[in-house]
DNA sequence: CGATAAAGTGAGCAAATGCTCATGTTCTAC
DNA sequence: GTAGAACATGAGCATTTGCTCACTTTATCG
């Protein structure tokens, strides 16, 4: 292991940024299995040992990918989330759905790999700072309309809220069934979130 | 590619069925990279060459193990739905989530490996089988209990409700909450359900 | 310039993996 | 018993993978 070391001329900064956009691209076609460390310095027109400057291992390409990626889903919920405070609550839920649904379409290819390719060890969850950011956003949302509930419940609840919101918002974005529009889909989630957590039982 | 052979006698029988309890040990324990098909062959005590008679390839190994798991599940679901058509919907939505939890419970070591380590290639579904069976007992459900849906949208509303269905059950099955009884999220994902198909919109 | 550090190269190694095949063993049927 | 089929073995091959390291090139700065 020579160690990682942190790109400070701009011509480096340049090629981490082109082995992630190949790392990307390779991941998107040939698979995590098929995604090796001489592959992706090959299509980042790079050589091996140049890769291994920067990133200490193939996984390390992996989590970087999925660092970024995060930050962009973050910065996209967070925003729509300080504009949907001021809405009423089902626009506001529709909207956060929205966002993330177009915010995972963005990262397609990544998305894709990451749900179904890339061994995710013991955690389940492909985007978990996002799961915990909706779960505050939720959290807030129950605390004002549905103030009756018991704290245990409203967790049961939520957790339940954030399963449903992130593999449904996931399946539309990735997986799109033929013939239903992609609108449609999210406003039938809002309803079914706002309708499950607010009232039943 | 010698080819793949049937076992006859009761001999390989018993092998194939020893190889195949290893895998599911090693997938649980390795996951599907650390899966090798000597490691798979050493720990069921059995020769690769023996392996590779019944077993064309490493894939078919879990293959197989996949159609084994979903006929055990087919079976349950199977025989809860014909219980549940004579109870009222609330208990038949739940019994026949709670006996899809359960034996996703009993498969839990493959069923994990399956959900976050095998490629699953194009189809983005670890069983689509099961999706389909729900998808129909959910229809009649849909037909005799709100008929004043149009196809298009009761179409998009089962969409839904299996996505749901499937991904909070294996949730619960697999990665279940600490300190939230998992009746009760079976309860609340049952309202969910109930609610958000049948009112809604 | 000249010196020092950063950036970049790619042949190639050690280990692992999927799989074969020549050989030996056990079962079945006549 | 014995022929022939089914069954079983495991050394080992071809390939791939992750990764190193001795080396060259480029930038920075007094």
Redesign the pocket.
Known sequence: ??GR?R???A??RE?VDRILEAATRVLATRGYA??????VATEAG?????L??YFG??DEIIAELRTRCTADVMADLTEAMSRAVSLPTRDAVHRVLTTLVGSLQRHRALMTALVDEVPLGAQGNVLPEVERQLAHFTRMFVATHAPHLEPAEADARIYLAMGVALSTCLRIALDPPPGISEDHLVDLTADLLGLGLVLGG
């Not at 790079?46 to 140049?50: F, Y």
Request: net charge positive.
């Open positions: 292991m020579t070391r790109p400070v001329q011509r480096s090629m098929g995604m090796s460390t001489n592959r790079v050589s091996v040992g140049s291994y400057r291992d193939k």
